[in-house]
């Protein structure tokens, strides 16, 4: 099943209106329409009453009618499937967060966390110099040990 993508035009209020909206549950803007248009599809193709359409149609008529009188509440079609939704957990909060980051922000703080106390670097070091050692000396290597021995400097 092949997939595609569908854009629509938003102006900013609208957009920040999702982005809003998705953060209280947690969830991306983009997780939040995909699952407004399912639902909305879902009602569509088994022939439920759509109160907005009605009120969108008539709405259009009167346009300069709606300027003086008081907004009413908009219809959320999926509001009852968001309120069911349970929060996500730290890490994958932290996950979703992070995944549209730039690779050139991201690898300065993923190095700055990978990087060890002085002590256990300095252990690490030695560890890798003895070992380095060990595969230098070795005469007889074969395998994937001749492949790094030929690497090591001799």
Known sequence: ????????????ATR???????SRIDRTPHWLIKQAIFNYLEKLENDETLPELPALLN?????????????EEPYQPFLEFAEQIL???VSRAAITA????????AVPMLLEQARLP???GEQAHK???QLAEKLRNQKTASGR???VQSLLPG
């Open 127 to 129: 560890l890798a110099y």
């Open 59 to 71: 709405g259009a008529a009167n346009e300069s009618d709606e300027a003086g009188s008081p907004a």
């Open 118 to 120: 002085q002590s256990l």
């Open 87 to 89: 929060p996500q957990s």
């Open 98 to 105: 992070a995944w549209r980051r730039p690779e050139t922000d």
């Open 16 to 22: 920040e209106r999702i982005k809003s909206a998705a």
């Open 1 to 12: 099943m092949g997939t595609t993508t569908m854009g629509v035009k938003l102006d900013d």
């Open 145 to 147: 040990a001749g492949m």
